[in-house]
């Protein structure tokens, strides 16, 4: 039965393999009949079970998978992912060290770098090192309810697992630096702390009121997502953090401003004197247009990379021209193209999409979600 099933997956493999080398030698002049290479792949699997990208095929593979990426709406840039190649390690110092150095680089003073870092993929019988973190950078939630967290609400599961663990805590601001939690291969997950130097944030105030800097509001310049896997022609690269950059609904309409995350609006509309007795009022709708002012405001007097959704929306379309003069097809989920704000207002919202599979791509595999709260850290 194992042997079978063992057949069944180097077959599976050999399938997404295939795939991937021809596109790989297709789309790249250089490269060559792939007959040759098709060969080798077919022999390392049919000895090894598994196969070993060339640092070529490395870098393409993750561009392909960024520009597969169905709810990412700034794919415009696929082609400009730097890829570090940490193949070689698996063991959570090391790697630890090498995702704060991803940081410091990708941040780039401000001018924020499409980056990714690999590290060792998983091979028969010995899954790769994993991420448990969401992000490379989160602030810390102490508490277990919106209404009482001191900081952001969806980390307050994680927050309190890594206290259980020993972590002694932040200084108990709305945004204390958590630590990255990571697992080498044959090794139980592990907390590092940030350093503070490896992370850029952004005062946020807003242009037309001085007194928003009294709140302290801040967000870090990195979106750098680490919980998810790199899956490039049948090899599985589990621990792969990778970014872009902001668009600033990210921070305006959903980090700062979503119930069950810091929950601003509110405020917000006391700040601005807002009429909050009903709905009809649209105070949370008026109140969410200035918070984004001050999330782009901010970003641009710190001289820090973002985007705002109406200029990226229309860089997603020309992406879908662009691919298609090329003859490949763009997958997109709606629901995660559309921006969260002023949605109708962008030209993404009037149209529909197909949300298409890939074998290339970041996925969420079983478990990562629930890892990222913390889930049997302990």
């Not at 840039?77 to 190649?85: I, Q, T």
Request: hydrophobic letters at 40%.
């Amino acid at each position: 039965m194992e042997i079978l099933q063992q057949r069944s997956t180097t077959a599976q493999v050999w399938q997404a393999a295939e795939e991937f080398i021809r596109l790989f030698h297709r789309e790249n002049a250089g490269a060559g009949d792939p007959r040759a290479r098709l060969a080798a792949v077919r022999a390392e699997l049919a000895d090894t079970g598994t196969y070993v990208h060339t640092a070529e095929e490395l870098v393409h593979g993750a561009r392909v998978a960024w520009r597969n990426s169905n709810r990412c709406i700034g794919r415009l840039y696929w082609n400009s992912l730097r890829v570090r190649d940490r193949r070689g390690l698996t063991d959570a110092d090391t790697i630890a060290a090498e995702c704060f150095d991803h940081l410091r680089e990708a941040t780039n003073g401000g001018r924020v770098r499409p980056t990714i870092t690999v590290f060792a993929p998983d091979a028969p019988g010995r899954p790769g090192p994993v991420i448990w973190s969401e992000q490379l950078v989160r602030y810390a939630g102490y508490g277990d309810h919106p209404s009482i967290t001191v900081g952001d609400a969806r980390n307050a599961p994680l927050t309190e697992a890594l206290l259980r663990l020993g972590w002694s805590g932040g200084a108990g601001t709305p945004f204390d630096l958590l630590p990255l939690v990571v697992q080498g291969v044959d090794d139980k997950p592990r907390w590092f702390d940030t350093p503070a130097d490896a992370v850029l944030e952004v005062p946020i105030d807003h242009p037309d009121d001085d007194g928003w800097a009294d709140w302290g509001l801040r967000w870090h310049a990195v979106p750098a997502i680490s919980n998810m896997c790199l899956e490039i022609g049948g090899i599985h690269y589990p621990a792969a953090p990778f970014n872009g950059w902001y668009m600033g609904t990210e921070i305006g309409a959903r980090n700062l401003a979503d119930t069950d995350r810091y929950n601003l609006l509110p405020a917000v509309a006391r700040r601005l004197g807002l009429d909050t007795s009903s709905d009809r009022s649209l105070w949370k709708d008026r109140a969410l247009v200035e918070l984004n002012r001050a999330v782009l405001h901010s970003f641009d007097r710190a001289g820090v990379t973002i985007a705002d959704h109406h200029s990226e929306s229309r860089r997603f379309l020309s992406h879908m021209e662009r691919e298609e003069r090329k003859g490949r097809e763009v997958g997109a989920d709606w629901s995660w193209i559309v921006p969260p704000m002023s949605g109708a207002a962008t030209p993404v919202f009037h149209r529909t999409y197909e949300d298409r599979p890939s074998s290339t791509a970041y996925v969420h595999h079983p478990g990562a979600q629930e890892r990222a709260r913390g889930r049997d850290l302990v």
